[in-house]
């Protein structure tokens, strides 16, 4: 992946309260990643992939639509995944986060990605 993409999910991880992020392919293959150390870039992907599949396909089954964005909420932190067309992606933030100021980065993160034109995996 690009330093432009590398340079937007530093600014994202930049925001209080995120702790980093990850962009994947539908099936669930890392593109791109800045996490933390402790962070199994690789199992995140499969999981985040499974999840996002499973509630897409629900909730198209309910004539809702596609998932733009879903916000997972567990005891210990925050997983936002988002849909960028051809990717996923995923954030992780702390439990206890402004969430207005963490929405605000992660639509403009998303938004910056996209018009990067960069999201084609071959």
């Known amino acids: 992946?690009?330093?432009?993409?590398?340079?937007?999910?530093?600014q994202l991880n930049s925001t209080e309260g995120i702790k980093g992020s990850l962009i994947?392919?539908?099936d669930g293959m890392p593109v791109t990643s800045q996490l933390p150390d402790?962070?199994?870039e690789e199992t995140l992907a499969a999981v985040s992939s499974s999840i996002f599949l499973a509630i897409s396909k629900s909730m198209e089954k309910l004539n809702t639509g596609g998932v733009i964005r879903y916000v997972l909420n567990a005891e210990f932190g925050r997983t936002f995944l988002v849909d960028l067309?051809?990717?996923?992606?995923?954030?992780?933030?702390?439990k206890d986060i402004k969430l207005a100021k963490v929405n605000v980065a992660i639509f403009q993160a998303a938004n910056a990605i996209r018009?990067?034109?960069?999201?084609?995996?071959e």
């Open 1 to 10: 992946m690009t330093t432009g993409i590398t340079t937007i999910l530093n």
């Open 24 to 26: 994947i392919t539908p």
């Open 38 to 40: 402790n962070q199994d």
């Open 85 to 94: 067309d051809k990717m996923i992606l995923i954030i992780l933030a702390e």
């Open 115 to 121: 018009k990067s034109g960069r999201l084609d995996v």
